[in-house]
């Protein structure tokens, strides 16, 4: 039954190939002379077709509209790799919608009672069948929880993940072929692509994955006047049914209705460019899903508008070296410093460490240079980063997940801060924001912090070195101790303690990023000096 449902799919995808022309599309790449003559062997190639009318983007659009949701969740995070795909195709593809049809309310209310265990009845005292809004993975019903709270019921579609498990086995198989086939789909990484899509859907169909990501978030902005985010109903969410407060905001695409309640517009685009920058660099912990249709703006005090943020299923973090290269990077591209973007690119592992700076710093320098000829509120600050990671793949730049999310999001900030307000100058409301952060990481207060937490891992590192050098000193531990080892026996402890502590004084002289002679390298050389004590003490 698996192998003849394989087989079905795989001819439903066949016959969408065929309908939208995407074989003249596949034929079109420099693929090898035996892959090229089957172009004569495809039967329906034998028959004379109209030449098509739509562009090539709309054809790999309406195809994967055609193949259904998870080829259309597929097609939404493709649109995120701008740095992989041409601009036409990326274009088509960022106009995807999770226009789904919903499935059955008698099969919401089964799964509900199925995973809380008792009838809807019981657990609600009203729940509404119709739904609010159905997506490729899920859909939401609103509901009233016997306490009188209202909320949201969000339920994953049944009978979803065979499906995914099957169209992404497929997926695999044609990324496969395909880099086999073609240098130029190997540039691309399609197999990297497909794993970025299984990891996504993957955490999509677990709720309760969705559910801690928006109590931490709504942690992070707590009595916040930037970001709202619903509250999550705990005792009622399970891997397949979410249950969070109903909210009631404006969706921030309909701007007649923020302009008819007199939204100060201007804050409203200036806000949304400081919580991408909080979310970034202040918590490392950033809603990555934010389109349209994830964010909503709330009816109180329209001249102080505050965003409500939904569907936390899909969040992005940044580890302390990232996010201090990133805002290095960004205040070097807007110095012009292109000599200092090459190499922190190379310090950071992003490109390989035996890239030639100077030729690194002057592809750079041709990308962006054009670009800074324009006042600063013109320049498209996502667009410059595509720009620079298409530059960097050229240097053998490896895919950086977390880098992937933050270009999408900053895509999709950048994106509505625009269209809410025409003339804002992305630069201007994050540099103050950006400057203020690396204030902060310099400061006594957090360097205090960072020696607190280094000082934390010593006890660690000693225990470490003391196994190791036991290891070493005794490697057959069922022998008698020699009688010289018995002589010292006492002074063992303490010149063990030492050597983690030389130890330790190593590992962190050697791992700091701050040159050994400036403030932030003192407590290697006191781990370095205290170990050297008790070592040679008497």
């Not at 790799?81 to 195709?89: F, N, V």
């Not at 249709?293 to 973090?317: E, K, L, M, R």
Request: glycine letters at 4%.
């Amino acid at each position: 039954m698996k192998l003849l449902a394989a087989a079905l799919r795989l001819f439903r995808i066949l016959l969408v190939v065929i309908r939208y022309r995407l074989d003249d599309l596949i034929l079109d790449l420099p693929l090898p002379w035996w892959l090229r003559l089957t172009r004569f062997l495809l039967p329906w190639r034998w028959i004379p077709r109209r030449k098509a009318t739509l562009s090539r983007g709309a054809r790999v659009r309406l195809a994967l509209e055609g193949l259904g949701p998870i080829f259309i969740k597929f097609g939404q995070l493709l649109s995120t790799r701008r740095d992989l795909l041409p601009p036409d195709i990326a274009d088509e593809l960022a106009l995807l919608q999770d226009r789904v049809p919903p499935f059955p309310s008698e099969q919401a209310i089964a799964l509900i009672e199925r995973q809380l265990g008792a009838p809807v009845e019981r657990i609600f005292a009203r729940f509404d069948q119709k739904p609010l809004a159905s997506a490729s993975v899920a859909q939401v019903h609103a509901a009233q929880l016997r306490t009188g709270e209202e909320v949201v019921v969000k339920v994953i579609r049944p009978g979803l993940k065979p499906i995914i498990d099957q169209d992404i086995a497929w997926l695999y198989l044609l990324a496969k072929l395909a880099e086999k086939a073609s240098r130029e789909a190997r540039r691309l990484h399609p197999v990297e692509v497909v794993d970025d899509y299984a990891k996504t859907i993957y955490d999509e169909l677990d709720l309760l994955r969705e559910a801690a990501n928006a109590s931490q978030l709504k942690r992070n902005f707590e009595n916040s006047q930037l970001l709202y985010v619903p509250q999550v109903y705990w005792d009622y969410c399970r891997p397949q049914v979410l249950v969070m407060e109903r909210i009631y905001g404006i969706p921030v695409t309909d701007l007649k209705a923020l302009a008819d309640q007199r939204t100060d517009m201007k804050a409203l685009a200036e806000r949304g460019v400081e919580i991408f920058f909080t979310q970034v660099f202040r918590d490392s912990f950033f809603h990555a899903d934010m389109h349209p249709g994830n964010i909503f703006v709330s009816t109180h005090q329209p001249w102080s508008p505050q965003y409500i943020a939904i569907d936390c299923g899909i969040v992005g973090s940044l580890t302390p070296e990232d996010q201090d290269y990133l805002a290095r990077n960004l205040m070097a591209f807007f110095k012009r410093d292109y000599r200092k973007v090459a190499q922190l690119h190379i310090d950071s592992g992003w490109v390989p460490a035996e890239t030639k700076v100077n030729e690194f710093e002057a592809a750079i320098r041709t990308v962006c240079e054009p670009i800074f000829e324009k006042p600063l509120k013109d320049i498209s600050f996502g667009q410059l980063l595509v720009r620079l990671f298409q530059v960097a793949r050229r240097f053998n730049m490896e895919v950086q997940p977390q880098l992937v999310l933050l270009q999408k999001t900053l895509l999709n900030i950048e994106g509505l801060g625009r269209q809410l307000y025409p003339e804002l100058d992305l630069w201007a409301t994050g540099a103050p924001y950006l400057e203020k952060w690396m204030r902060q990481r310099m400061s006594p207060k957090q360097l205090l912090k960072n020696v607190q937490s280094q000082l934390e891992q010593v006890p660690h590192l000693a225990n470490m070195t003391r196994d190791l050098l036991e290891q070493l000193s005794n490697p057959h531990l069922d022998n008698p101790r020699p009688r010289w080892q018995e002589d010292d026996r006492a002074d063992w402890p303490a010149r063990l303690a030492g050597a983690g502590l030389l130890a330790g004084g190593v590992v962190q002289a050697a791992a700091a990023a701050a040159p050994l002679q400036s403030l932030q390298a003192w407590p290697a050389w006191l781990m370095l000096a205290g170990g050297l004590f008790l070592i040679v003490r008497r």
